[in-house]
């Protein structure tokens, strides 16, 4: 599997963005995606996940209630909708895929990873 991440960019605090991460191949719906992020100078943190089907969706608590995690099997592409950023979340976007789930603890066990979108805030 192949990821491509897009939509990062500058924002000013208070906006919004959409991250779109798209897959290749036929199988995308048997995995599991997320989103993690990384600051400069920080590890690469969880960000959001949701399920195969899209049923379940989870989040950081640093960003629950300002971004959504959403898929569309038929367009392979995950998406993550972020309102009300904030200067904290300026990183480099990562979207993640696994056969089995994507969660905080498993972030070294990842099957596939995109190439990263940059998201800066200003404040």
């Known amino acids: 599997v192949q990821l491509q991440a897009s939509g990062g960019g500058l924002v000013q605090a208070g906006g919004s963005l959409r991250l779109s991460c798209a897959a290749s191949?036929?199988?995308?719906?048997?995995?599991?995606m997320g989103w993690f992020r990384q600051a400069p100078g920080k590890e690469r943190e969880f960000v959001a996940a949701?399920?195969?089907?899209?049923?379940?969706?989870y989040y950081a608590n640093s960003v629950k209630g300002r971004f959504t995690i959403s898929r569309d099997n038929a367009k392979n592409t995950v998406y993550l909708q972020m309102n009300t950023l904030e200067p904290e979340d300026t990183a480099v976007y990562y979207c993640a895929a696994d056969r089995v789930r994507v969660g905080p603890d498993n972030r070294h066990l990842i099957d596939y990873w995109g190439q990263g979108t940059l998201v800066t805030v200003s404040s």
């Open positions: 949701i399920s195969r089907n899209g049923g379940s969706t």
């Open positions: 191949g036929r199988t995308f719906s048997t995995y599991a």
